[in-house]
């Protein structure tokens, strides 16, 4: 998988600004569908040059609502974040610095 099309965006949530700043190594992300630990893990060192302790995955299902005859639409697409947290030497990340 291309590299440069992994990272989508940070997410902003209230646990998730709490998490950054009160561990200051937590920062929450998301990713592509088809991205794995790895992946997300050299896109990082390759783009935005910190150095990642751990990786963590999580798959946010579709929200879906039926709307008669057996038919359903999709409220929320499925989507991946992940959780990274980095080493205690890295500097930290900051998304719009892109090399």
């Known amino acids: 998988m291309d ?3 992994i990272i989508l965006g940070t997410v902003t949530t209230e646990k998730a600004e709490r998490m950054k700043i009160k561990d200051k190594r ?3 992300l998301n ?3 088809k991205a794995t630990k790895i992946d997300v893990k050299n896109a990082l060192k390759k783009f935005y040059d910190v150095d990642v302790e751990s990786v963590r995955v999580m798959r946010v ?4 609502r039926s709307i008669g005859r057996g038919k359903v639409m999709e409220k929320r697409h499925r989507a991946k974040k992940v959780m990274i947290t980095l080493k205690p030497k890295s500097k ?3 998304i719009s610095v892109f090399q």
């Open 92 to 94: 930290a990340l900051d």
């Open 61 to 64: 299902p579709p929200k879906v």
């Open 26 to 28: 937590v920062v929450t």
């Open 3 to 5: 590299l440069s099309r």
């Open 31 to 33: 990713v592509a569908l």
